[in-house]
């Protein structure tokens, strides 16, 4: 057991809220870091058109609501017996509401909605946005998503000319909410992926909210992940909200990446691979560099990250499109199949929103069964895309991995013997609100940030091959296809 600090002993409880992509999640952490309480909902998203990828926010509160009062229902406790609560969340999502009903203005947009804005002379302020954000200049981050709503949504051009509009990433939305309208606010590593925010100074950037005409008073403060954000009412009791950070964020701390060189992948809905580089921010071709956390000491630790857009999307596609089973293949057997998982464009390390997704080397002999686990061994090429560049930067010693897929023994042993590399699986399946939980704890003063190496545990290490050249040969060859497949949209 932890030894309580700031007459918090008789609260001995803590709630995660993890809002991602496909599932509002509550988990409730008593002071050994255990799980005693848990629920979850799917989060329903719409596809307007072609790249358009929309939620509704208010959907999405009431789903923090209800998982709130149930994981607390299935721990057998109240809200009297929380000690605070941390928030992690879905990155570049964005909801821009009013401020005096509550509403938002448009459904909010995510982080997989490829919607461009015509911005003059754009292309001369590519240099600028990664100098100051460290981002490529792409509509995956907020910026592009909030300037469209701006200048396209009439109820937005009104409200912000009364000074009513606000905007904000998932996490600022749900603290505004869950406060009552009482605080608006975000942490370091959210604002870092919205191209507005200057991630040398942790601060808005002037001159990029004048690039995109975005006003600085409808976006939230910007604080540390590891911050006293305000108090949610929650039944009657105000409970602080200590901690705040974006999912691979959080996801990233509770795998103890938290020394120079450590690097973690989620194998989500996309893959996003982060190094990292402590407090030393590194440029590398076609990765990005971000904000990993940061602590109310005011310092802030980076990362360099490679964000993949489809990866088990990918494979939940092609069951449905296949008809295949809800197993895996094994990955060994001879297949000249491959598969681009290009869906909407190619994020890291190509960066290409013309490419499109495709199979090649199809031949009368092809089934199902050679095309989904073309589709399965596509998510190992494009984190080895990754793990190649980091690896010009860093010495990696080992990959930790946690999300669904990884939960898969022959795809994380294919991805082991294609890398060269020590492979290690989370035990914890609920690592990013571990994650969450383990900031929350930290800020409030229950732990140390070193605490953490000693709580994070792996349930299997996936070792790589002696011989890997005909796993390399493969990928060689599916690189091969991913540059047929760029640019298929111009």
Not at 84 to 100: A, V
Not at 389 to 415: A, H, P, T, V, Y
Request: glycine share 8%.
């Amino acid at each position: 057991m932890f030894i309580l600090y700031n007459g918090l002993s008789m609260k001995k409880y803590f709630i995660s809220i993890d809002e991602g992509t496909t599932s509002t999640r509550s988990v409730i952490f008593n002071d050994d870091g255990k799980i005693v309480g848990i629920e979850s909902e799917r989060i329903n998203l719409y596809y307007p058109g072609n790249g358009l990828v929309e939620f509704n926010p208010l959907e999405i509160y009431n789903a923090v609501l209800r998982t709130l009062k149930k994981s607390m229902e299935n721990a057998g406790i109240d809200s009297s017996q929380i000690c605070s609560i941390g928030i992690t969340n879905q990155r570049e999502s964005i909801i821009i509401w009013n401020k005096r009903t509550g509403i938002p203005v448009y459904n909010g947009i995510s982080w997989q909605d490829k919607r461009k804005m015509d911005i003059p002379d754009f292309n001369n302020y590519k240099k600028l946005i990664r100098r100051r954000t460290g981002l490529v200049a792409n509509p995956y981050f907020s910026a592009m998503k909030i300037k469209w709503v701006l200048n396209n949504v009439k109820d937005a051009l009104g409200t912000v000319k009364n000074g009513d509009l606000l905007a904000g990433t998932m996490d600022s939305w749900i603290l505004w909410k869950l406060t009552n309208g009482a605080v608006h606010a975000t942490d370091h590593t959210n604002a870092s992926r919205t191209m507005l925010f200057n991630i040398s100074k942790l601060s808005w950037d002037d001159d990029l909210l004048e690039i995109f005409k975005i006003p600085r008073d409808i976006l939230p403060e910007v604080h540390s992940s590891t911050h006293n954000f305000g108090y949610a009412k929650i039944n009657g009791n105000s409970i602080p909200v200590m901690a705040m950070a974006g999912d691979q964020s959080a996801s990233m701390v509770g795998q103890n990446a938290l020394s120079n060189g450590n690097v973690k992948n989620t194998y989500g809905t996309g893959s996003f691979i982060m190094a990292n580089t402590g407090k030393r921010i590194l440029n590398a071709h076609g990765l990005i560099s971000t904000v990993a956390y940061s602590l109310n000491d005011g310092c802030a630790y980076y990362a360099l990250e490679g964000s993949i857009f489809n990866s088990g999307s990918a494979f939940e596609w092609a069951l449905k499109a296949l008809n295949g089973k809800n197993t895996w293949y094994n990955l060994d057997n001879k297949n000249d199949v491959y598969f681009v998982p290009a869906f909407s464009g190619l994020g890291s390390p190509y960066w290409n929103d013309g490419a499109r997704g495709m199979f090649i080397g199809i031949t009368r002999d092809t089934g199902n069964k050679e095309l989904i686990s073309a589709v399965i061994k596509s998510i190992a090429f494009q984190v080895e895309d990754v793990i190649r560049i980091i690896r010009k930067k860093l010495d990696i010693i080992d990959l930790r991995c946690d999300g669904g897929s990884s939960r898969n023994d022959e795809l994380m042993r294919f991805q082991a013997r294609l890398s060269g590399i020590n492979v290690l699986r989370s035990e914890n399946p609920e690592n990013t609100a571990a994650g969450i939980f383990y900031l929350n704890a930290v800020s409030s003063g229950i732990m140390k940030i070193d605490d953490i190496k000693h709580l994070w545990k792996f349930d299997r290490i996936f070792k790589p091959d002696l011989n890997p050249d005909s796993y390399i040969n493969d990928y060689l060859i599916w690189r091969r296809a991913v540059r047929r497949s760029l640019n298929w949209i111009r």
